[in-house]
């Protein structure tokens, strides 16, 4: 059984997957490589086989008809025979030293029969152009080397969040906990996260900055005018996020107040969105999108729409739409969401 399964979802990668195969191989025998190419019309399927022929024993390539990046992890934790999980996306990258100190600390779990349910790490957000990196930490959040459960937890701040790109789930539990990612939607990432964290118990915080994730290619899905064309798939996801994340079940107070707060960003991101197409068809949605989460928990929508977010993205008139965007443009700059 390896240790840490590695799921790399593709589509149409060629021009980048090879950076991102090449900073895991550092981790031999004890990782699984496992190249998922999702319906690729280009060289991604060739470059799979190359490597998977190239190391047999670590990089399995599983070629499937397009399904989207939901649909690639599926497929990966379906066939993942590592005793953990780590999806990095195939234009990412992780730093070697850190993803060693992560190889040796999750080897000593299993030698312990100690195996934690989730491992956390930092990301740095590789943005083009940007003059400085911004790495997303929870030092001030999470207990530092040891286990911990959420009753131990501190707050997180607002744009503090937990993401894929940071977790390291055990492999059965996301089994275990029924997830199943939508087919042809993208932003599941959220779901990703929040889906499995009340099944998990037990969590250690490593503070390293393992992960690199890019941000700037036009193309891209986190691209503003991107997502506000996919608008449609942000708010299916969001509304999957609303019926699934059921907080009245949640115990502890702490994770439902984690729970809530990922929930209000993403619910706010959404809002932005539709309001900031500037269509009409959009204002449209974004009333009736707000109608679904009042009849759907009409407590959860009081908590919404009158939290301090909530008010400040719901002004009335053209005026008050605009003082929403300044707000939205001055918090990207403070909180270095994309």
């Given amino acids: 059984m390896k240790l840490l399964s590695v799921i790399i979802p593709c589509y149409n990668s060629q021009d980048y997957m090879r950076a991102c195969i090449e900073s895991l191989l550092p ?19 060739q470059l ?13 390539a599983i070629h499937q008809a397009n399904g989207g990046h939901g649909e690639a992890v599926n497929t990966g934790i379906r066939h993942a025979h590592g005793f953990y999980i780590k999806v990095v996306d195939s234009d990412d990258w992780v730093d070697t030293k850190a993803y060693l100190n992560i190889l040796s600390t999750l080897q000593q779990f299993v030698e312990d029969q100690q195996p934690v349910d989730l491992l956390i790490s930092n990301f740095v957000y590789e943005k083009e152009g940007a003059k400085y990196k911004k790495v997303m930490k929870y030092k001030n ?3 530092e080397n040891k286990v911990f459960t959420w009753d131990e937890i501190g707050r997180f701040r607002k744009g503090q969040y937990l993401m894929m790109h940071s977790l390291i789930y055990r492999t059965e539990l996301l089994r275990e906990c029924g997830l199943v990612l939508p087919k042809h939607t993208f932003y599941v990432d959220n779901l990703y996260v929040t889906t499995p964290l009340p099944y998990v ?51 502890s107070c702490k994770l439902r107040l984690y729970l809530f707060n990922h929930l209000e960003i993403v619910t706010m991101i959404s809002t932005i969105l539709l309001i900031r197409s500037g269509s009409k ?13 009042k009849e759907y928990d009409v407590e959860l929508y009081h908590h919404l729409r009158y939290g301090m977010m909530g008010r ?5 008139g053209r005026i008050g739409r605009s003082i929403s965007v300044g707000v939205y443009k001055i918090t990207q700059k403070v909180v270095g969401f994309n």
């Fill in 201 to 251: 118990n037990s969590m250690y915080y490593l503070n390293v900055d393992f992960y690199n994730y890019f941000i700037g290619r036009a193309d891209q899905s986190v691209n503003e005018k991107v997502m506000i064309s996919r608008i449609d798939q942000q708010l299916k996801v969001n509304k999957l996020m609303i019926e699934q994340i059921d907080l009245e079940r949640i115990r």
């Fill in 281 to 293: 068809e959009n204002l449209l949605k974004k009333k009736a999108f707000w109608c679904f989460i």
């Fill in 27 to 45: 981790g031999g025998e004890n990782v699984e490589i496992l190249i998922v190419n999702d319906g690729s019309s280009d060289k991604t399927a």
């Fill in 312 to 316: 400040l993205l719901s002004l009335p």
């Fill in 48 to 60: 799979a086989d190359e490597y998977a022929a190239k190391y047999p024993t670590i990089i399995k």
């Fill in 141 to 143: 959040v999470l207990p």
